[in-house]
């Protein structure tokens, strides 16, 4: 095989795009990856992404994912949380790796499963990005069918909603329409970085009630 991903020495925050891959080649790096490690890796439109986060970015994706499931608790709703797994499907020839994920509406189809087969599976209803993400991320996550996508950025949160196959930002998420989530996901990941992770999230609960 042409590409290589072991002999790829990606360090925190780089990034690296290999084209053209097929579906095969995709696989096959997913392979030799292996599920141990901490590279994130995406796959779209022939474009393979291969990524290793910076320290940063695993603590704000951690304290986001634990803001959604305060949310999801107050409004006592259920969901199942799959953080990062491989989601793909052959036939729309696109694969991703989120940095977080919840099925919510969907959350009963996925109970119990250590592997999600979107052949019959649905996709995760919310998935959750820090930093930037790419073309090729969000065309895979489009072509796998996710509802909503949250990217934070630069102290701000942009909501992405799939509407006829393309994301489109929204001031309203279609999880939370009624909480101004864009004013306050941001609000609160920002204090972190003053007081800590539990204080927040304790400020946040009280906040949300």
């Not at 290589?4 to 995709?26: D, R």
């Not at 790096?29 to 994130?40: D, H, K, V």
């Not at 796959?43 to 940063?56: H, S």
Request: hydrophobic residues 40%; glycine residues 6%; proline residues 6%.
């Amino acid at each position: 095989m042409p590409i290589n991903a072991i002999s790829l020495k990606l360090e925190p925050g780089q990034k690296a795009t290999l084209q053209p891959a097929s579906w095969q080649e995709f696989e096959e790096i997913l392979a030799q990856l292996g599920e141990r490690r901490s590279s994130r890796i995406a796959y779209a439109n022939g474009i393979i992404e291969i990524m290793v986060p910076l320290p940063e970015h695993e603590r704000s994706k951690v304290l986001m994912a634990d803001l959604v499931k305060i949310l999801l608790k107050v409004q006592k709703r259920r969901w199942e949380p799959l953080g990062s797994t491989t989601f793909k499907r052959k036939g729309m020839a696109a694969g991703i790796e989120p940095d977080d994920c919840f099925y919510i509406q969907n959350y009963q189809a996925v109970i119990g499963k250590n592997r999600i087969d979107l052949t019959v599976d649905p996709p995760p209803d919310l998935a959750l990005e820090i930093d930037v993400t790419s073309k090729t991320e969000l065309d895979a996550y489009a072509a796998l069918g996710v509802p909503e996508v949250w990217i934070y950025e630069n102290g701000k949160l942009k909501i992405n909603v799939l509407r006829e196959g393309k994301y489109v930002e929204s001031e309203i998420s279609l999880i939370f329409p009624d909480l101004a989530v864009v004013e306050i996901i941001p609000q609160f990941m920002r204090r972190a970085i003053e007081v800590g992770v539990s204080q927040t999230l304790e400020e946040f609960e009280k906040f949300i009630k």
